[in-house]
């Protein structure tokens, strides 16, 4: 029998540390001459199997440079090709800005026929948003943002009436006149047509650099709303705050003439954009229309862990289970698509004051139907338009650093609130049509133990606001706004976080100081400057909830108008020489808060501060509530 002979198995040691060309050279002559040091020893540059060799090396460096930049490129720090920065940050929830439109404040004008020599509010009327208007040197298009509903005054929305034309000295016409914020952009309209239901449908919009898109609707008449990603079944509804629709809240019309309301939807998509800046819209994969379920696995489908209970804990746990919900939504079929969408911006709507006049298309609305039909159209032809200041933000679009460095921020940000800062900046960021907020204070809630003592609730914010009225003065929010708010906040709290939206404090005060005039300056002329300065120092923008009042930061911006020669500490009421007197002002009868407030207990070296509950100083009546005087003379300005 012939004797068999066995090789053994030799394990080859392969080095896996080689990056590039020389690296690969030098391991692979290693290499053969320690496996294969009688089939081949001749390693010289121009022999047959160096050739070999260096292609070898050649081509693991070419894949091991192309797998470095695959890497690279799946990281949204070093990423460089623009198609991978634009997925990745897309996945992040931030969408790259292909363009930016041009923005400003139009003043809108509009004539009404006089009723007993005043205005006849009947003849006002609505001018629709998306009101499109072009720009006379570029021939650039921008739209209204909202309507502008010359019928109502609030303080956010406030309306001009002046005399337009007399007869005989008495008014027969007059002019109104309301601000609206426009954006440019060209409106265009698609129809996309689907047949069966097909899971994730995609549809690309024909215009590049598209801004937004203004509405979605089938063929029944169904609307389908935008969210940041299919999982979301939640979107933000506004109604129109009239007796049909709230009966309760239609006398706050004034102040929020829109309500804003929760609702969920089926009917929805996503937008995205490609390398070629061109907007995808991608729609669920649901073929239901019942409502969606929560975003959880069915409950069959997980695994009780009881006792003889059936194991589907891996299952459970794939996350194809979400696959198995109705919570991405729906998928059109068997219908008909009507996309508008706005489009184009740049640099080039940048336009000048005063160019934004021309009429492109408008919309109007009337309440009165009863009307003379002649005097509805003389209103409707005497709407103008003008912008008084240069419309500005219109840019091209980000470059692939700057959608880089604002994905990464925005991935930081989440979208949510958490801090202190980000419940009062999404505060003060609610759309002002349902309604207004000026001032903001947030502390953590308290609550009483059983020992009667305040403990804090980590569970809960106490959320202090304030409002305008129509003359600009500080006033408590009406509870429309209220709860407008609280939706508006409910999107973006943490589950664990409760919101108490509260009512803070208004202290009304007046000041009086005496000043001494330098040698050669009118006293008047210098005493109409100070007060202005006081005035200027006071202006509600300036002031918050919370912040108290240094005399001397007064008495300094008194210091600097010209023709002061110094500060004299006020002699009536004054015992203890302060350079600035401050006093209360809480009598309702005069049109105050009625919120009285110990203001010599509250004035400690100096500084005045507000209460222990959530307060703010306000001068209400500046012409009367500030008071200057000059050393030595019986003129007073303010009395």
Known sequence: MARTSTQKNVVKQVNYLNKDFSDFRDNLIEFAKQYFPNTHNDFNESSPGMMFIEMAAYVGDVLSYYIDS???????????????????????????????????????????????????????????????ITAGSTGATFRTLEDVNFKFSSSYDP?????????????????????????????????????????????????????????????????????????R??????????????PTSVINRDVSPYILKLKKTSRRFTSFINQDDETLLRFGAGVSNNPDEEIIPNPDMVGSNLPGSPSKLGQAFDPSNFLKTEAFGLAPSNTTLTIQYSHGGGIDDNVASGDITSRSSIGFQIQDATLSSTLVQDAKDSVRFTNPKPATGGSSGQSVREVRESALAFYQAQSRAVTKEDYIVRAYSLPQRFGNIAKVHLVQDEQLNIEQEKVVNPLALDMYTLGFDSTKKLTQLSNVVKENLKTYLSQ?????????????????????????????????????????????????????????IILSDIAYELSLVDGVASIVPPVENNPNKLPIIIENKYKVSDGYSGNFYNIEKSLIDGVLYTALDPSIFEVKYPNTDIQGRVVGDNLTIGD
Request: aromatic letters at 10%; glycine letters at 4%; charged letters at 30%.
């Open 233 to 246: 079944d939640t979107v933000f509804e506004e109604i129109e705050n009239n007796v049909d629709n709230d």
């Open 492 to 548: 973006f709290r943490l589950v664990t976080d409760a919101v108490n939206i509260k009512d803070a404090y208004v202290i009304n005060i007046g000041i009086k100081f005496s000043i001494l005039t330098k040698i050669g300056f009118n006293k008047n002329d210098v005493l109409l400057r100070c007060v202005s300065r006081v005035k200027d120092f006071f202006e509600i923008d300036r002031w918050q909830i919370g912040q108290p």
């Open 70 to 132: 695959q890497f690279r490129e799946s990281l949204l720090a070093y990423a460089e090709e623009k198609r991978n920065v634009y997925n990745i940050a897309q996945s992040f929830g931030y969408k790259p800005k292909t363009t930016t439109p041009a923005t400003t404040i139009l003043d809108v004008f509009q004539t009404i026929p006089a009723l007993n020599e005043k205005p006849d509010f009947r003849y006002t009327l609505t001018v629709n948003a998306g009101t499109e």
């Open 159 to 231: 309306r001009e009436v002046d005399i337009f034309e007399t007869d005989s000295g008495s008014p027969t016409k007059f002019l109104l006149k309301k601000k609206v914020k426009v954006e440019s952009g060209e409106i265009t309209t698609e129809r996309f047509t689907f047949g069966s239901a097909e899971k994730y449908s995609e549809i690309k919009l024909a215009n590049p650099d598209v801004i937004e898109i203004l509405s979605c609707t089938d063929s029944d008449g169904n609307s389908w709303s935008e969210v940041d990603s299919l999982a």
